[in-house]
Protein backbone atom coordinates (compact mmCIF):
# COMPACT_ATOMS: atom_id res chain seq x y z
CA UNK A 1 0.00 0.00 0.00
CA UNK A 2 0.94 3.60 -0.79
CA UNK A 3 1.89 5.88 2.32
CA UNK A 4 -0.81 8.44 2.84
CA UNK A 5 0.60 10.47 5.92
CA UNK A 6 3.61 11.27 6.64
CA UNK A 7 4.22 12.03 10.24
CA UNK A 8 7.63 14.48 11.04
CA UNK A 9 8.66 13.88 14.79
CA UNK A 10 12.36 16.02 15.79
CA UNK A 11 13.72 14.05 19.03
CA UNK A 12 16.15 14.60 21.30
CA UNK A 13 16.01 12.59 24.69
CA UNK A 14 12.35 12.12 24.17
CA UNK A 15 12.14 8.90 26.34
CA UNK A 16 9.37 10.11 28.66
CA UNK A 17 6.71 11.23 26.22
CA UNK A 18 7.45 9.58 22.84
CA UNK A 19 5.86 6.36 23.42
CA UNK A 20 2.39 8.76 24.41
CA UNK A 21 3.02 10.75 21.30
CA UNK A 22 3.21 7.21 19.05
CA UNK A 23 0.57 5.15 21.18
CA UNK A 24 -1.91 8.11 19.66
CA UNK A 25 -0.68 7.35 15.88
CA UNK A 26 -1.16 3.67 16.71
CA UNK A 27 -4.61 4.28 18.27
CA UNK A 28 -5.94 5.75 15.24
CA UNK A 29 -8.71 3.96 13.37
CA UNK A 30 -6.55 4.68 10.39
CA UNK A 31 -4.63 1.77 8.34
CA UNK A 32 -1.42 1.94 10.02
CA UNK A 33 0.36 0.43 6.43
CA UNK A 34 -0.31 3.96 5.28
CA UNK A 35 1.35 5.94 7.18
CA UNK A 36 4.89 6.32 8.59
CA UNK A 37 6.25 8.23 11.10
CA UNK A 38 9.86 9.82 10.36
CA UNK A 39 11.69 9.76 14.28
CA UNK A 40 14.46 12.47 13.62
CA UNK A 41 16.76 12.10 16.17
CA UNK A 42 19.46 14.24 17.24
CA UNK A 43 21.63 11.98 19.11
CA UNK A 44 19.35 10.99 21.97
CA UNK A 45 21.54 9.30 24.62
CA UNK A 46 18.29 8.13 26.99
CA UNK A 47 15.74 5.75 25.55
CA UNK A 48 13.90 7.55 22.99
CA UNK A 49 15.50 5.10 19.57
CA UNK A 50 14.40 1.95 21.66
CA UNK A 51 11.21 3.32 22.00
CA UNK A 52 10.70 4.45 18.84
CA UNK A 53 11.95 1.28 16.99
CA UNK A 54 9.76 -0.98 18.73
CA UNK A 55 6.38 0.69 16.56
CA UNK A 56 6.08 -0.47 13.03
CA UNK A 57 5.15 2.26 11.37
CA UNK A 58 8.18 3.90 12.57
CA UNK A 59 11.61 4.99 10.76
CA UNK A 60 14.36 6.28 12.91
CA UNK A 61 16.67 8.93 11.07
CA UNK A 62 19.80 10.46 12.88
CA UNK A 63 19.94 13.80 12.72
CA UNK A 64 23.67 14.98 12.71
CA UNK A 65 23.42 18.72 13.48
CA UNK A 66 20.46 18.16 16.48
CA UNK A 67 18.60 21.29 16.09
CA UNK A 68 14.87 20.12 14.96
CA UNK A 69 14.94 22.75 12.05
CA UNK A 70 17.25 20.15 10.30
CA UNK A 71 15.39 17.81 11.65
CA UNK A 72 12.50 19.29 9.49
CA UNK A 73 14.29 19.51 6.56
CA UNK A 74 15.32 15.85 6.70
CA UNK A 75 11.86 14.85 7.74
CA UNK A 76 10.92 16.81 4.08
CA UNK A 77 13.78 15.27 2.54
CA UNK A 78 12.77 11.00 3.59
CA UNK A 79 8.55 11.29 3.33
CA UNK A 80 7.32 9.59 1.29
CA UNK A 81 3.39 10.29 1.96
CA UNK A 82 0.94 12.17 0.36
CA UNK A 83 0.29 14.47 3.13
CA UNK A 84 2.98 15.71 5.58
CA UNK A 85 2.23 15.90 9.51
CA UNK A 86 4.63 17.73 11.73
CA UNK A 87 4.36 16.64 15.59
CA UNK A 88 6.32 16.84 18.04
CA UNK A 89 7.21 14.14 20.46
CA UNK A 90 5.07 15.43 23.50
CA UNK A 91 2.28 15.75 21.51
CA UNK A 92 -0.60 12.95 20.67
CA UNK A 93 -3.75 13.09 18.50
CA UNK A 94 -6.82 12.74 21.17
CA UNK A 95 -10.00 12.06 18.65
CA UNK A 96 -8.67 8.51 16.94
CA UNK A 97 -10.09 9.55 14.13
CA UNK A 98 -8.19 12.35 13.21
CA UNK A 99 -6.85 10.74 10.45
CA UNK A 100 -9.12 9.75 8.59
CA UNK A 101 -10.47 13.35 9.17
CA UNK A 102 -8.02 15.12 7.72
CA UNK A 103 -8.11 12.96 4.52
CA UNK A 104 -11.87 13.32 4.30
CA UNK A 105 -11.14 17.12 4.47
CA UNK A 106 -8.65 17.68 1.97
CA UNK A 107 -10.88 15.01 -0.64
CA UNK A 108 -13.51 17.58 0.32
CA UNK A 109 -11.66 21.07 0.04
CA UNK A 110 -8.94 20.24 -2.85
CA UNK A 111 -7.88 23.90 -3.20
CA UNK A 112 -6.79 23.78 0.10
CA UNK A 113 -2.96 22.35 1.09
CA UNK A 114 -2.80 22.89 4.38
CA UNK A 115 -5.05 22.04 7.74
CA UNK A 116 -4.06 23.11 10.95
CA UNK A 117 -5.54 21.52 14.43
CA UNK A 118 -8.58 23.32 16.31
CA UNK A 119 -6.78 22.95 19.34
CA UNK A 120 -4.20 22.36 21.76
CA UNK A 121 -5.37 21.24 25.01
CA UNK A 122 -4.76 22.54 28.89
CA UNK A 123 -2.70 19.91 30.96
CA UNK A 124 -2.72 20.03 34.23
CA UNK A 125 0.16 21.11 36.21
CA UNK A 126 0.09 17.31 38.24
CA UNK A 127 0.20 15.48 34.53
CA UNK A 128 2.69 18.85 33.12
CA UNK A 129 5.46 18.31 36.45
CA UNK A 130 7.13 21.76 34.77
CA UNK A 131 6.10 24.97 36.13
CA UNK A 132 6.29 26.71 32.87
CA UNK A 133 4.49 23.74 30.57
CA UNK A 134 1.11 24.92 30.52
CA UNK A 135 2.53 28.70 29.80
CA UNK A 136 4.22 27.37 27.42
CA UNK A 137 0.87 25.24 26.00
CA UNK A 138 -1.33 28.29 26.63
CA UNK A 139 1.18 31.26 25.26
CA UNK A 140 3.76 29.94 23.17
CA UNK A 141 6.13 32.52 24.19
CA UNK A 142 5.29 36.15 25.56
CA UNK A 143 5.67 37.88 22.23
CA UNK A 144 3.22 35.52 20.45
CA UNK A 145 1.06 35.94 23.18
CA UNK A 146 1.06 39.51 22.67
CA UNK A 147 0.74 39.90 18.95
CA UNK A 148 -2.15 36.79 18.45
CA UNK A 149 -3.99 37.05 21.56
CA UNK A 150 -5.32 33.56 20.31
CA UNK A 151 -8.03 31.99 22.11
CA UNK A 152 -8.02 28.31 22.99
CA UNK A 153 -9.73 27.67 19.32
CA UNK A 154 -8.38 28.41 15.95
CA UNK A 155 -11.80 28.18 14.74
CA UNK A 156 -13.19 30.40 17.55
CA UNK A 157 -10.11 32.89 17.04
CA UNK A 158 -10.57 33.21 13.58
CA UNK A 159 -14.56 33.27 12.94
CA UNK A 160 -14.37 35.83 10.57
CA UNK A 161 -12.14 33.74 8.16
CA UNK A 162 -14.55 31.08 7.99
CA UNK A 163 -15.70 30.58 4.48
CA UNK A 164 -17.48 26.90 4.22
CA UNK A 165 -18.28 24.46 6.52
CA UNK A 166 -19.88 20.91 6.42
CA UNK A 167 -22.29 19.24 8.17
CA UNK A 168 -20.14 17.13 10.11
CA UNK A 169 -17.65 20.57 11.41
CA UNK A 170 -15.09 20.36 8.58
CA UNK A 171 -14.35 24.27 7.89
CA UNK A 172 -12.21 26.11 4.82
CA UNK A 173 -10.66 29.33 6.54
CA UNK A 174 -10.00 32.26 4.02
CA UNK A 175 -7.19 35.03 5.34
CA UNK A 176 -7.33 37.24 2.40
CA UNK A 177 -8.37 40.17 4.49
CA UNK A 178 -6.96 38.85 7.90
CA UNK A 179 -4.53 40.86 9.69
CA UNK A 180 -3.32 38.17 11.48
CA UNK A 181 -2.83 33.92 10.48
CA UNK A 182 -2.56 31.20 12.25
CA UNK A 183 0.85 30.20 13.76
CA UNK A 184 1.57 26.54 11.70
CA UNK A 185 4.53 25.57 12.19
CA UNK A 186 3.79 22.17 14.83
CA UNK A 187 0.91 21.43 16.60
CA UNK A 188 0.23 18.44 14.01
CA UNK A 189 -0.29 20.86 11.24
CA UNK A 190 -0.72 18.77 7.87
CA UNK A 191 0.51 20.10 4.43
CA UNK A 192 0.12 19.25 1.05
CA UNK A 193 2.96 19.48 -1.39
CA UNK A 194 1.69 19.29 -4.95
CA UNK A 195 3.22 21.85 -6.53
CA UNK A 196 6.85 22.72 -5.09
CA UNK A 197 10.02 21.38 -6.51
CA UNK A 198 12.46 18.73 -5.18
CA UNK A 199 14.77 21.33 -4.78
CA UNK A 200 12.23 23.31 -2.74
CA UNK A 201 11.32 20.92 -0.70
CA UNK A 202 15.15 19.86 0.07
CA UNK A 203 15.90 23.29 1.82
CA UNK A 204 15.71 24.10 5.32
CA UNK A 205 14.25 27.23 4.80
CA UNK A 206 11.23 25.82 2.89
CA UNK A 207 10.92 23.10 5.69
CA UNK A 208 10.90 25.13 8.12
CA UNK A 209 8.40 28.08 7.01
CA UNK A 210 6.41 25.44 4.43
CA UNK A 211 2.84 26.34 6.05
CA UNK A 212 3.28 30.25 5.90
CA UNK A 213 4.47 29.59 2.29
CA UNK A 214 1.61 27.63 1.41
CA UNK A 215 -1.10 30.56 2.98
CA UNK A 216 1.08 32.65 1.41
CA UNK A 217 -0.06 31.07 -1.82
CA UNK A 218 -3.30 29.80 -1.09
CA UNK A 219 -4.61 32.60 1.72
CA UNK A 220 -6.75 29.86 3.43
CA UNK A 221 -6.29 26.54 5.10
CA UNK A 222 -9.07 24.11 6.76
CA UNK A 223 -9.60 23.42 10.40
CA UNK A 224 -11.46 20.40 11.93
CA UNK A 225 -14.49 21.30 14.86
CA UNK A 226 -12.86 19.57 17.66
CA UNK A 227 -9.28 18.18 16.03
CA UNK A 228 -7.48 18.69 19.48
CA UNK A 229 -3.66 18.03 20.38
CA UNK A 230 -2.42 17.06 23.79
CA UNK A 231 0.22 18.22 24.63
CA UNK A 232 2.62 17.69 27.37
CA UNK A 233 5.40 19.63 27.96
CA UNK A 234 7.70 19.05 30.65
CA UNK A 235 8.98 22.41 30.66
CA UNK A 236 10.90 23.70 34.34
CA UNK A 237 11.44 26.97 34.58
CA UNK A 238 15.30 26.80 33.70
CA UNK A 239 14.53 25.18 30.63
CA UNK A 240 11.92 27.48 29.21
CA UNK A 241 14.24 30.27 29.77
CA UNK A 242 16.47 28.74 27.54
CA UNK A 243 13.77 28.10 24.98
CA UNK A 244 13.18 31.48 25.41
CA UNK A 245 16.55 32.45 24.52
CA UNK A 246 16.82 30.30 21.68
CA UNK A 247 13.38 31.68 20.08
CA UNK A 248 15.10 35.21 20.31
CA UNK A 249 18.28 34.34 19.25
CA UNK A 250 16.73 32.30 16.13
CA UNK A 251 14.18 35.37 15.21
CA UNK A 252 16.95 38.06 15.19
CA UNK A 253 20.11 36.15 13.49
CA UNK A 254 18.55 32.99 11.73
CA UNK A 255 15.06 34.05 11.39
CA UNK A 256 14.28 32.16 7.59
CA UNK A 257 16.06 29.00 8.93
CA UNK A 258 13.89 28.97 12.14
CA UNK A 259 10.32 29.33 11.17
CA UNK A 260 9.97 32.14 12.95
CA UNK A 261 9.08 33.40 9.56
CA UNK A 262 5.39 32.16 10.37
CA UNK A 263 5.02 34.60 13.21
CA UNK A 264 3.68 37.08 10.51
CA UNK A 265 1.38 40.02 11.09
CA UNK A 266 -0.07 42.11 8.39
CA UNK A 267 0.51 45.55 10.50
CA UNK A 268 4.42 44.71 11.36
CA UNK A 269 4.48 48.04 13.40
CA UNK A 270 2.65 46.01 16.41
CA UNK A 271 5.82 43.66 16.98
CA UNK A 272 7.29 47.28 18.17
CA UNK A 273 4.64 47.74 20.85
CA UNK A 274 5.93 45.07 22.64
CA UNK A 275 8.62 46.43 24.66
CA UNK A 276 6.07 48.87 25.29
CA UNK A 277 3.53 46.78 26.74
CA UNK A 278 6.30 45.02 28.85
CA UNK A 279 7.59 48.57 30.01
CA UNK A 280 4.24 49.78 30.98
CA UNK A 281 4.23 46.95 33.73
CA UNK A 282 0.32 47.60 34.64
CA UNK A 283 -0.55 45.40 31.22
CA UNK A 284 1.36 42.50 31.66
CA UNK A 285 0.67 42.12 34.90
CA UNK A 286 -3.32 42.52 34.23
CA UNK A 287 -2.50 39.71 31.42
CA UNK A 288 -1.01 37.62 34.07
CA UNK A 289 -3.98 37.91 36.26
CA UNK A 290 -6.28 37.28 33.53
CA UNK A 291 -4.44 34.11 32.39
CA UNK A 292 -4.24 32.30 36.11
CA UNK A 293 -7.41 33.28 36.71
CA UNK A 294 -8.75 31.73 33.43
CA UNK A 295 -6.85 28.85 33.75
CA UNK A 296 -7.25 28.20 37.33
CA UNK A 297 -2.97 27.59 37.51
CA UNK A 298 -1.08 30.04 39.10
CA UNK A 299 1.97 29.44 37.34
CA UNK A 300 0.75 32.12 34.94
CA UNK A 301 1.77 34.77 36.69
CA UNK A 302 4.87 34.41 35.66
CA UNK A 303 3.94 35.68 32.04
CA UNK A 304 5.51 39.05 33.34
CA UNK A 305 8.20 38.00 34.17
CA UNK A 306 8.91 35.62 30.99
CA UNK A 307 7.79 39.72 29.47
CA UNK A 308 10.83 41.62 30.66
CA UNK A 309 12.99 38.51 30.56
CA UNK A 310 11.98 38.54 26.50
CA UNK A 311 12.82 42.22 26.30
CA UNK A 312 16.10 42.07 28.02
CA UNK A 313 16.75 39.17 25.11
CA UNK A 314 16.02 41.11 22.68
CA UNK A 315 18.18 44.14 23.94
CA UNK A 316 21.06 42.48 24.22
CA UNK A 317 21.16 40.65 21.26
CA UNK A 318 19.87 43.14 18.86
CA UNK A 319 23.35 45.28 20.42
CA UNK A 320 25.20 42.00 19.89
CA UNK A 321 23.42 42.06 15.82
CA UNK A 322 24.64 46.22 15.64
CA UNK A 323 28.29 44.96 16.65
CA UNK A 324 28.51 43.16 13.37
CA UNK A 325 28.35 40.04 15.82
CA UNK A 326 26.86 36.68 14.51
CA UNK A 327 25.27 34.07 16.55
CA UNK A 328 23.79 30.88 16.23
CA UNK A 329 22.44 28.19 18.23
CA UNK A 330 23.96 24.80 18.04
CA UNK A 331 21.68 23.01 20.26
CA UNK A 332 18.21 23.62 21.33
Known amino acids: ?16 TIAYSLDSVKNQNFDLNCIECLVIDGGSSDNTVEIAEKYQFVKVIHNKKRLPENAKKIGMENASGSYIIKMDSDEAFKNPDSLALRLKAFSIFKNAHLLVADRLSYIPLSINKGVSGNYSNICGDPFTFFIYR ?69 NCCICIEGDEIEHRSKAGF ?41 LSFIFPLADSVILALRYRDITMLLHIFYCYYTCILIAVNMLIKILRIERYNSEY
Do not use: H, W
Open 238 to 278: RQYLKKLRFRVINNIFNKEESGFSSRKVNKLYKKYFFPLYT
Open 1 to 16: MSIIFSIIMPTYNSGN
Open 150 to 218: NSSSILKTYKKCIKEKTDDGIYLLDFSDSKTRPIADGGTTTVELSGFSGEEISDITFACSVSDIILDRD
